[in-house]
C-alpha cells in the first residue's frame, strides 16, 4: 500500500506540487540535501547512559495538566541508547515531587487518574545553525510526539515573529491513518502568544517512505537569519520565514502530548484521532529518540 501511495503521491507532484496536500496526502521530501560539511556539533545527546543528562536536559515542573493528560518526569527514562518517552493510562495519579514549588501558580493543577506522558527541554540554547533528532514516533492513536524550539519571547504580541517563535519542527498527529499507509508528520510556526493575536505558519504534511513506528527517521531544521528549512532525512521539505525569523536563541523540546483538554482525553484534536487502547499491545506507547544533535554554522 506505502509503494503505490508513493507512487501516487510522486505523480500527482508531476502535475502540481498542492496537490497532495489538498488531498490530504503528505507531499514527498523534494529540495535539496543537508550538507554538515557546512556546520561544526556543538552541542548533542546520544542517551549513552542509564538515566536523563540532568546537565543538559530539565523537566517542565510547572504544568503538570497538558491538554488531555499530564506531564510528569517518570514517564521519561533512557535505556538501550535511546531517550523514552512514555505515554500510558494511570489509574492511580503520580507523585508531584515539587508540589511546594510550584502548587502556588495559578496554571498549577493536581495530578489525577488519566493519561501520563511526559517532556524534555534542552538547559542549552541556540540562535541559529542546524538542529535534528534521529527516533521512532509512538504508534497510538489519540497522542502525538513532537520535536520544538521555544523561547519566553513567543508570548510578545508585537505582530513580528523576530523577538520569539514556537518551531515545530515536527509533529506526529496521523498514526490513525497508518492503516493505509499515510504516514506523515506536520512542520509549522507560531508566534505572538496563543490568544486572540496568535499568528502562524505551516508547511503542511511530509510523507514519511518507510515505517515511522518501527524505524529511525531524522528530522531536522536549519535556522538562518531569513528563513527556517525543514529536513526529513537529509531531504528538504519547505521552508516558512512569516512574520520574520526569530533573532533570539531559543531551547529545544522533545515532548508528547494527549488529545481532549482539562487533563481528559477526548476529541480528535489536530486530526490525531480519539484515544485508543486497541490494539493493545501498542501501549504504553514509546517516542523513542536515539541522538539530539545541535549545529553551528561554520
Known amino acids: 500500500m506505502k509503494t503505490i501511495l508513493k507512487s501516487l503521491i510522486a505523480v500527482l507532484m508531476m502535475i502540481s506540487a498542492a496537490l497532495p496536500e489538498m488531498l490530504s ?19 548533542s545527546d546520544e542517551f549513552d547512559g542509564d538515566s536523563l543528562d540532568k546537565s543538559k536536559w530539565e523537566y517542565n515542573w510547572w504544568e503538570t495538566q497538558r491538554k488531555g493528560g499530564y506531564w510528569h518526569e517518570d514517564m521519561v527514562s533512557v535505556k538501550d541508547g535511546n531517550l523514552i518517552i512514555k505515554t500510558e493510562y ?23 487518574a488519566g493519561y501520563y506522558t511526559g517532556i524534555v527541554r534542552s538547559r542549552y540554547e541556540q540562535c541559529y545553525g542546524y538542529f535534528e533528532v534521529r527516533c521512532m514516533l509512538p504508534a497510538a492513536q489519540g497522542l ?6 521555544m523561547n519566553d ?17 515536527f509533529e506526529s498527529f496521523y498514526y490513525k491513518d497508518h492503516w493505509w499507509g499515510n504516514d506523515c508528520v506536520v512542520s509549522g510556526i507560531h508566534y505572538d502568544g496563543y490568544g486572540e493575536g496568535h499568528k502562524g505558519d505551516s508547511i503542511g504534511k511530509t510523507f514519511i517512505e518507510n515505517d515511522p513506528y518501527t524505524e529511525y527517521n531524522t528530522y531536522g531544521l536549519e ?11 537529509g531531504v528538504e521539505t519547505g521552508r516558512l520565514s512569516t512574520g520574520g525569523v ?10 508528547c ?28 506507547a514509546e517516542f523513542t529518540v536515539d541522538f539530539f544533535r545541535c549545529y553551528k554554522h561554520k
Not at 27 to 37: M, T, Y
Not at 153 to 169: A, H, M, P
Not at 246 to 255: G, K, T
Open 25 to 43: 496526502l503528505g507531499k514527498l521530501p523534494q529540495g535539496k540535501n543537508i550538507s554538515l560539511d557546512e556546520f561544526e556539533l556543538v552541542w
Open 90 to 112: 494511570l489509574s492511580e495519579p503520580l507523585e508531584n515531587y515539587y508540589y511546594d514549588t510550584w502548587h502556588d501558580r495559578i496554571d498549577f493543577k493536581e495530578y489525577k
Open 144 to 149: 502525538w510526539s513532537a520535536f520544538w524550539m
Open 153 to 169: 519571547k513567543v508570548e510578545n504580541v508585537d505582530g513580528s515573529g523576530k523577538d520569539g517563535t514556537e518551531v515545530d519542527i
Open 223 to 233: 535556522w538562518t537569519e531569513d528563513e527556517y528549512i525543514f529536513y526529513l532525512n
Open 246 to 255: 526569530s533573532q533570539n536563541p531559543e531551547y529545544l523540546i522533545l515532548s
Open 257 to 284: 502530548e494527549v488529545s481532549g483538554e482539562n487533563g481528559i482525553a477526548s476529541g480528535d484534536r489536530h486530526g490525531a484521532g480519539e484515544i485508543s487502547k486497541t490494539p493493545e499491545k501498542n501501549w504504553p
